[in-house]
């Protein structure tokens, strides 16, 4: 008799690096190590009772928490993203959701930067949802379909947006994203240019290689990035001063927008966006 093939779980762990170049009109770079979860959403309570060291909606030395994404509402995330998706006539790409995101270390995270791979059954990514957070308390999201053949034989997908949510005080609202995303699969990029009427001022990155989810390889991340997620937010305020004694500009916050998601039409571009700046 025949065994049939194990099926290798979507979910990983990706360790890599996250960079920062920002170009004018003070140059600043950074660069740190981090490591970030590729979640599918219909494996996490499976994951959570394989693993110790990983919990859903409880406390542990990893854990991923509903409530730290989209709206924050108590129901589960994939029910919420399923409706995100359906109001914008996306509910063909429902049949696999995976999110790359920071987790839960020791009860605390921020993610500057979320992103749902949305896919039709065929496996064909039929949508990205570009999560974006700020250390002020607000959410907001880019929801931008995938045309067929859209990905290049690489395996990369190029998006434009216009920016519509306050990040940081140093960067003006009136700009477009241009992401440039390797889908995941034994390593993944995400990769951000910011531009404005001027050009090119800012480009971001992570670049992570894969690893499986276990109780070892979490351990290890563990003491190779302590206190990781707390970090990530130290990091932003201690980059954030450097940019201030450097004279930069800062600019006023103003009120999120109305909506929690911005869906943005095909062509990327703030003349064919659906949402406000």
């Known amino acids: 008799m025949t065994r049939p093939v194990a099926t290798k779980p979507a979910s990983a762990l990706f360790e890599g690096v996250v960079t920062h170049h920002r170009l004018r009109p003070k140059k600043h770079k950074l660069r740190y190590r981090v490591f970030s979860f590729l979640l599918d959403l219909d494996e996490i309570d499976g994951l959570a009772a394989k693993l110790k060291l990983f919990s859903r909606n409880r406390f542990n030395l990893f854990s991923f928490h509903d409530r730290d994404h989209a709206d924050g509402g108590a129901t589960d995330l994939r029910t919420r993203l399923e409706v995100i998706l359906s109001d914008h006539g996306l509910g063909d790409c429902a049949d696999k959701i995976r999110l790359l995101c920071y987790p839960r270390l020791l009860g605390f995270v921020f993610n500057p930067l ?23 308390g607000d959410r907001h999201s880019y929801l931008i379909p995938v045309s067929e053949g859209a990905l290049d034989d690489k395996n990369v997908l190029r998006q434009s947006c216009a920016k519509g949510f306050y990040v940081s005080p140093f960067i003006d609202m009136v700009a477009d994203y241009h992401f440039r995303i390797r889908m995941p699969d034994e390593n993944v990029a995400v990769a951000i240019r910011e531009t404005d009427a001027k050009g090119l001022f800012l480009n971001a990155a992570f670049v992570g290689d894969r690893t499986e989810l276990s109780d070892r390889k979490l351990l290890g991340a563990f003491f190779r990035y302590p206190l990781m997620t707390l970090k990530v937010v130290a990091g932003i305020h201690w980059e954030a001063l450097h940019l201030w004694r450097k004279g930069m500009t800062f600019h006023k916050r103003p009120a999120p927008p109305e909506q929690p998601v911005t869906y943005v039409l095909e062509a990327g571009t703030a003349a064919a966006q659906s949402g406000k700046r």
Request: aromatic share 18%; proline share 0%; charged share 15%.
């Open 114 to 136: 979320s992103v749902y791979f949305c896919h039709r059954a065929d496996g064909s990514v039929g949508a990205v949802l570009y999560e974006v957070s700020n250390t002020f």
